[in-house]
């Protein structure tokens, strides 16, 4: 019973966020931590050893980000998670000029889109030439760039990116082929 009330109480929540109410802001934090731990867990599960950035970190940095402003216009969980996603991105893309700017060059690598497929986060130069090939999907087929946004940097099913977005999971899946295809061809 309670999983059939979440959204409707998330929704609620939302509202009341985005009509400035901090309160809000901080018993949303704690209804979907778990969910964007998730979320920041499936950015780093496939990432080096040695890596710094850690799940707990992305999400403070995501919570940072998210209610440290203005609050967004959100509508549902899913929106929210969509939105969550994206910060995500950035986040991660961020850290990775951080460390390459470190590194002081050094060859770049080329991501594989079996590891797009797979859901694997690329190592920190791929991180940017995935976020650079997005951006320009983006003003290709925007839609198609966000099914790839939520399932590799969301980890969203395709039900539940179809939900986010309010498309069928035919659409979802002629989506995300395209974009795999398109991307293929830009990173190659």
Not at 4 to 24: C, F, H, M, N, R
Not at 88 to 97: K, N, P, Q, W
Not at 110 to 120: F, K, N, P, R
């Amino acid at each position: 019973m309670a999983v059939s009330q979440e959204p409707k109480d998330v929704s609620a929540i939302l509202t009341a966020w985005s009509e400035g109410d901090q309160e809000a802001g901080n018993e949303l934090i704690g209804i979907v931590y778990k969910e964007l731990r998730r979320l920041a867990a499936h950015y780093l599960k496939s990432e080096r050893g040695d890596h710094t950035l850690q799940p707990t970190a992305l999400v403070h940095e995501l919570y940072l980000k998210l209610f440290s402003t203005e609050p967004v216009q959100l509508h549902n969980r899913e929106h929210f998670l969509a939105v969550a996603a994206r910060q995500l991105r950035h986040i991660v893309v961020d850290y990775a000029r951080n460390r390459n700017a470190l590194k002081r060059g050094g060859p770049q690598g080329t991501i594989s889109l079996d590891q797009v497929h797979g859901l694997s986060i690329p190592a920190d130069s791929r991180v940017i030439e995935l976020d650079q090939a997005l951006r320009r999907l983006e003003t290709l087929d925007s839609r198609a760039a966000q099914v790839v946004e939520l399932r590799f940097f969301g980890g969203l099913t395709d039900d539940e990116v179809g939900r986010t977005l309010d498309i069928s999971l035919a659409t979802v899946k002629r989506d995300w082929d395209f974009a795999r295809s398109w991307l293929l061809n830009q990173m190659e």
